[in-house]
């Protein structure tokens, strides 16, 4: 199947910096991307979808400001945190669709930890 | 919000087949049933879909109902590498259509 990377596995942060994370496909073109976020012992929540060249679309309540998407080409997406504040400690998890295939390939997940 | 109610934990022998069940009573005619499953701190990982009849890959087998409304994923032979969380998920199969998770089942597979 095809294979969706992450970038970094794992990160740790002081309070008020930015990180940004990258999601890579890396044997197929992803006309679709999409961002979820998981908190311990809960299921994945879906932050936003974007499209490669336009932008993201956010779920409610996910403030877009604070967590910027690129997808500036059809192998990469970035989700950066900006100003990450402990409470945005969170397991970060992309996934990738194409036009072909009809399931979505997911990342191994990044996680990030916000001191 | 998740379309579909899964219990949320089950037990299974290893070697024993695994049945999880799903209930999706209120599936459109163009959704389809995924169904995908994560071990602890990895990203989900694809099992199967279908739309109306039986589908059977390597992994899995999928059987739906006649109506539509629930669906059960077996494991054949279940292993201990087996033991996850599994998420029966319906979506529109269609390009750009995102995963709605809901809590899924955790399988706990024992020796």
């Known amino acids: 199947g095809a294979v969706v990377s992450q970038h970094p596995s794992w990160v740790i942060c002081k309070s008020g910096t930015s990180v940004k994370i990258e999601c890579r496909s890396l044997?197929?073109?992803?006309?679709?991307m999409f961002w979820y976020r998981q908190f311990p012992k809960q299921s994945l929540m879906l932050m936003a979808t974007?499209?490669?060249?336009?932008?993201?679309?956010?779920e409610q309540g996910v403030e877009k400001d604070k967590f910027l998407i690129n997808h500036a080409s059809l192998t990469l997406s970035t989700l950066t945190v900006t100003s990450a504040h402990p409470e945005d400690s969170s397991f970060y998890i992309c996934?990738?669709?194409?036009?072909?295939?009809?399931?979505?390939?997911f990342g191994p997940g990044t996680r990030l930890t916000v001191l | 919000d998740a379309k579909t109610t899964q219990p949320p934990s089950m037990d299974c022998a290893e070697g024993r087949a695994a049945n999880l069940p799903c209930n999706h009573s209120?599936?459109?005619?163009?959704?389809?049933v995924y169904w995908y499953r994560q071990i602890h701190s990895q990203g989900p990982q694809y099992i199967i879909h279908?739309?109306?009849n039986n589908e059977t890959n390597e992994m899995a087998s999928l059987i739906i109902t006649e109506d539509r409304k629930s669906s059960t994923l077996i494991l054949p032979h279940a292993t201990l590498r087996d033991t996850a969380v599994y998420y029966c998920?319906?979506?529109?199969?269609?390009?750009?259509?995102?995963?709605?998770f809901g809590k899924g089942t955790t399988l706990s597979v024992s020796s």
């Open positions: 996934s990738a669709g194409t036009s072909v295939y009809n399931e979505q390939f």
């Open positions: 209120t599936i459109s005619g163009n959704e389809y």
């Open positions: 974007s499209n490669e060249g336009s932008k993201a679309t956010y």
């Open positions: 279908g739309l109306k």
């Open positions: 998920i319906v979506r529109a199969n269609q390009a750009g259509t995102a995963l709605i």
């Open positions: 044997d197929f073109q992803a006309t679709t």
